[in-house]
């Protein structure tokens, strides 16, 4: 964790000479140790995703169970190594991710790299996405509710923020389509894109899997008009739940801000509101806000499961469900360990880029 010294106005970095050498001239050791520290956590990840799914037994027992023969099921067990005691099984699992090797599912077949590749993508898309949705709404609105403190804006802004991070992204998933793809007929229900675009980006030379980033380099704007339809309702709806978060904290850096002596001095002196909140305030709120915006990507991973279920969006949340329901653990197994990793490299960016942007970090 890092502990933030409090931001100066424009101009007062000179004033704090001491605090800059000492958050310079550690921030190479930040960075390494920062680096480090992700070896380990994804080591207990791995450990613990290892084991939680073989509290159930084989895979292939799990997931062929009452389909195979006994003796078809032994040869099965046996061939794949799954009768081995457990503890060989699992630095054997260590060697393999240490490769890349994450084995092959057992439903369809697939090695899993692939089926990750593959799926990755669009769940990188939708990540993205929403990302952008909670970033234009939490921001400005957050600036705007700090304005108006305590005023009827600012209680009605709270409330939608709470509802927003309360409300389960499912059920705003299902009201969304309920309002603007059935009701009103203004966007598309479901999917990624329509199946006729969708057959023009995947035959494009080494296609991305990211649809709108293939629909620019093939310069098909009908194309990537229909991805950005398709794109909005899931977008909102997983975005709501980081916009809320976003909202509040902003609001609250900013109100912190505007109370400093230094806001005061600018106020006395006929400074417009909107400048003190949009000049002294904004950035010192941003930093917070990138600070946790690696446990808000964890988050938004986590609710991609459902929204893309509710809006049948082929990504890696769509294919966990699909594979939990036919027990394929070793598909899940893969899906959650390439989750954790993400997520922690993540943090370790997120906490690089918060320690660049303001150099009076205290390690």
Not at 33 to 51: E, G, S
Not at 161 to 186: D, H
Not at 350 to 357: G, S, Y
Request: aromatic share 8%; proline share 4%; no cysteine.
């Amino acid at each position: 964790m890092t502990t933030l010294i409090e931001s100066p106005p424009d101009g007062a970095d000179a004033l704090l000479p001491t605090a800059k050498v000492k958050s310079g001239g550690g921030l190479s050791k930040y960075i390494l140790i920062r680096f480090l520290l992700i070896f380990p956590t994804i080591f207990i990840l791995v450990t613990m995703v290892f084991f939680l799914m073989r509290i159930t037994g084989d895979p292939i027992t799990a997931a062929q169970g009452g389909r195979l023969s006994p003796e078809q099921l032994a040869i099965r067990v046996h061939d794949a190594g799954y009768d081995r005691p457990v503890l060989v099984q699992y630095f054997e699992y260590l060697g393999q991710i240490a490769t890349g090797n994450f084995g092959r599912t057992i439903s369809d077949n697939l090695k899993v790299t692939d089926m990750l590749a593959t799926y990755g993508s669009a769940t990188l898309e939708l990540a993205v996405n929403s990302l952008v949705v909670a970033l234009l709404l939490g921001v400005p609105l957050g600036m705007w509710a700090a304005r108006k403190r305590d005023k009827t804006p600012d209680a009605v802004l709270r409330i939608l923020a709470i509802m927003g991070y309360a409300t389960p992204v499912f059920f705003a998933g299902l009201l969304l389509k309920l309002i603007f793809s059935v009701g009103l007929g203004w966007l598309p229900v479901a999917g990624r894109v329509s199946s006729s675009n969708e057959i023009a980006l995947n035959s494009l030379a080494a296609p991305t899997g990211i649809y709108w980033l293939d629909a620019i380099r093939s310069g098909n704007f009908q194309a990537l008009s229909d991805v950005a339809a398709h794109s909005v309702l899931p977008a909102i709806a997983l975005g709501l739940l980081t916009g809320g978060v976003f909202l509040r904290l902003v609001r609250t850096n900013v109100i912190g801000t505007l109370s400093k002596d230094y806001v005061e001095a600018a106020r006395s002196r006929g400074v417009k509101e909107f400048r003190l909140v949009t000049k002294h305030a904004y950035k010192p709120a941003l930093i917070p806000i990138i600070t946790v915006m690696g446990l808000q990507i964890a988050l938004l991973l986590g609710g991609a499961v459902l929204t893309e279920t509710t809006f049948e969006w082929k990504g890696l949340g769509f294919q966990l469900a699909h594979y939990l329901t036919a027990r394929d653990f070793i598909a899940v197994q893969g899906i959650v360990v390439l989750l954790a990793i993400i997520v922690a490299v993540t943090n370790f960016v997120v906490d690089v880029i918060a320690a660049l942007i303001d150099p009076r970090v205290r390690y």
